[in-house]
């Protein structure tokens, strides 16, 4: 029976708040930083060589009602806009209640979209104020519906799309976006795996779009410095074939040789026009995604979400599972049912975790893992793909014997299990009470999304465990309330929800302020042990295993500490005068994080300014000579 004494619960909110606080804090935006001589340095004025209406329509200038009086006369608005001057706390008010208005989450996700095509600081300034509110709406489950819906929904394009019947016009398109210098992130999908709805064709730019707003709500990436990419391969939904309203490739996907060559004309164009920029690939599908990064990863500085990004999460709440059960990762035995991109990814984070803490060979460390997927555990005699291989057993050692799950788990007797399965219900009570019996605080992860699709629901686990289970979930459940404190008195207990955002967007921001040369395995288990330290559960073994998305800012603070450190530690940074100094380094990281504040504009002559001055940032045709910039080599 576990019962948290009431001081730890308080102990934990006051520490986490703590954190939040200090890791958030700034100097106010009229002071100088120390380190405000930074190229992202986000203190002091901003730079404006535009006036008018070409001003108010710079998402990243424009602040509508809340310009003052001064920016009103200096910059010609004075009779652009309603004579009263408010503050960003009351624009946030009336966009509230106009999002309030809005019938359902599709409409408030269209709402939130034009507002962020007008005013960025007020768009992310909303999602800060109401993020467990908002969260759902900007990305899964509601995002999901608007990519199904982006040829019926669409108005205006955002990002850019590259189709493979134009290859030779690749390098071109993307030079239109800007200098080297202009683009800090980019994340590209070809849209043939998203967010567990399928192949979704041209529309998956949205997700691309989706990922780089959590990359500035959670991390501070800066807004007018990203770029969303779809590669349109065609699909194969017939659904989409059949729409005359469909907006991309009607043709189904290319494959092969001609797909390779397409990919590969993106990332070297990329590399060559932006050689400063962090690659994030994004819902590529299953035959692609781990083979795509595992051609770039030694090479280039880039990441998968589904594949690293997944497996780092979850790696974070096992490690904060067996922090609580006082046992050590090197002697975890972990059994996978599901054994796609996503479990794969889960087994890679673990083993190299494993191989890491003990010392040993990463094919000494696959032996504590068992991969379980459609024909039953995966072994030598099993048609695998390349990432499975690692994990296939000796076919031998299971002559005669049944390779079920339940089986499985009855034979190896595993501390952790976790479903990437999408086979609803598939923890049944006679597998998870089978667990339990060899092991005193069973660590189980059902994470396949949406939440119909789940192998097993917290409730159910924490009934069928008394109250022991460890529980971390790929979609939120509310607190489960049961008979599991002392003499059968009622605890209620918070389940985590293995949410990537608490992981990727710090390590892009490491990765960005960095600049490594390549996204290293030690920096991704840094990210882990960045994100485990922060787990409430570490004081209160009835709190979530994870930090939730309302404290991620802080949490992208200390993740892309770990990350930045490490990437020192293995010589692949080229960043230079990177502080070593944690606490010197974490007030380097947020002096060039992004806030959705006002900082006062400055105004300078367009002769001489930045493109940033003169609203070019993201402007195709702003750009002289982009021919000779595309080709040149």
């Not at 960043?575 to 944690?582: H, M, S, V």
């Amino acid at each position: 029976m576990y019962l948290a004494r009431p001081f730890l619960r308080t102990l934990r909110l006051r520490n986490l708040n703590r954190v939040t606080l200090h890791t958030t804090s700034k100097m106010p935006v009229n002071n100088k930083s120390r380190f405000s001589h930074l190229p992202l340095s986000t203190s002091g004025p901003i730079e404006c060589a535009v006036s008018g209406t070409i001003l108010l329509n710079t998402p990243y200038f424009n602040r509508g009602s809340a310009h003052t009086a001064e920016e009103r006369r200096e910059f010609n608005l004075t009779g652009l806009l309603p004579a009263s001057i408010q503050t960003l706390e009351q624009q946030t008010e009336r966009a509230y209640q106009q999002y309030s208005s809005r019938h359902d989450a599709l409409a408030k996700n269209t709402f939130l979209t034009s507002l962020k095509e007008q005013n960025l600081v007020l768009y992310f300034k909303l999602l800060q104020d109401h993020m467990k509110e908002m969260f759902s709406i900007v990305y899964t489950p509601t995002e999901g519906d608007a990519i199904q819906n982006f040829s019926r929904l669409f108005r205006r394009p955002e990002g850019c799309f590259l189709n493979i019947n134009d290859i030779d016009r690749v390098s071109h398109d993307l030079a239109q976006w800007g200098n080297p210098e202009d683009i800090d992130y980019i994340v590209v999908t070809d849209g043939e795996e998203i967010l567990g709805i399928g192949d979704q064709g041209v529309g998956g730019i949205l997700i691309s779009v989706a990922k780089l707003v959590l990359t500035t709500l959670c991390a501070g990436i800066h807004p007018n410095r990203t770029l969303p990419v779809v590669l349109d391969c065609g699909t194969d939904n017939e659904s989409l074939l059949n729409d005359d309203l469909y907006l991309g490739l009607r043709q189904k996907r290319a494959r092969g040789e001609e797909y390779d060559k397409f990919v590969d004309t993106f990332v070297q164009s990329a590399r060559r026009l932006f050689p400063r920029a962090y690659i994030h690939f994004e819902d590529f599908g299953l035959k692609n995604a781990r083979r795509i990064l595992d051609h770039y990863r030694p090479d280039i500085p880039c990441f998968n979400d589904d594949v690293q990004g997944t497996g780092c999460v979850t790696l974070a709440a096992i490690m904060a599972g067996l922090h609580v059960t006082k046992q050590k990762l090197r002697d975890t035995k972990m059994v996978i049912f599901g054994a796609g991109s996503a479990g794969v990814g889960i087994a890679d984070q673990v083993r190299d975790a494993i191989a890491a803490e003990k010392g040993i060979t990463k094919e000494e460390a696959a032996k504590q893992i068992w991969l379980i997927d459609k024909p039953g555990l995966l072994t030598t005699k099993t048609e695998l793909d390349h990432g499975q291989q690692a994990y296939a057993k000796d076919d031998s050692e299971w002559d005669g014997k049944e390779r079920s799950l339940f089986s499985v788990i009855k034979e190896v007797h595993p501390n952790v299990l976790v479903g990437t399965s999408t086979v609803p219900k598939a923890f049944t009570e006679e597998i998870v009470k089978e667990m339990a019996k060899g092991t005193e605080r069973p660590v189980i992860l059902p994470l396949s999304n949406p939440t119909r699709l789940h192998e097993a629901v917290p409730e159910d686990l924490l009934k069928w465990t008394e109250g022991r289970a460890l529980v971390a979930t790929g979609s939120p459940f509310d607190p489960v309330k049961g008979p599991w404190g002392p003499g059968g008195a009622d605890v209620e207990i918070e389940v985590a929800e293995c949410n990537n955002s608490v992981v990727f967007p710090g390590i892009g921001l490491g990765a960005v302020l960095s600049r490594p040369t390549k996204v290293t395995d030690k920096m991704l288990v840094a990210a882990v042990r960045g994100v485990a330290a922060l787990s409430p559960a570490l004081a209160d073994d009835t709190a979530p295993l994870l930090p939730g998305v309302e404290h991620v800012r802080a949490v992208s603070v200390r993740v892309a500490r770990e990350v930045i450190l490490a990437a020192v530690e293995d010589g692949v940074a080229t960043e230079r005068d990177i502080p070593t100094d944690p606490a010197d380094l974490d007030e380097w990281i947020r002096e060039q994080m992004w806030d959705p504040v006002y900082r006062p504009l400055k105004k300078v002559e367009p002769e001489g300014a930045s493109r940033a001055a003169k609203a070019e940032l993201k402007v195709v045709g702003s750009l002289e000579n982009v021919e000779d910039k595309a080709t040149r080599e």
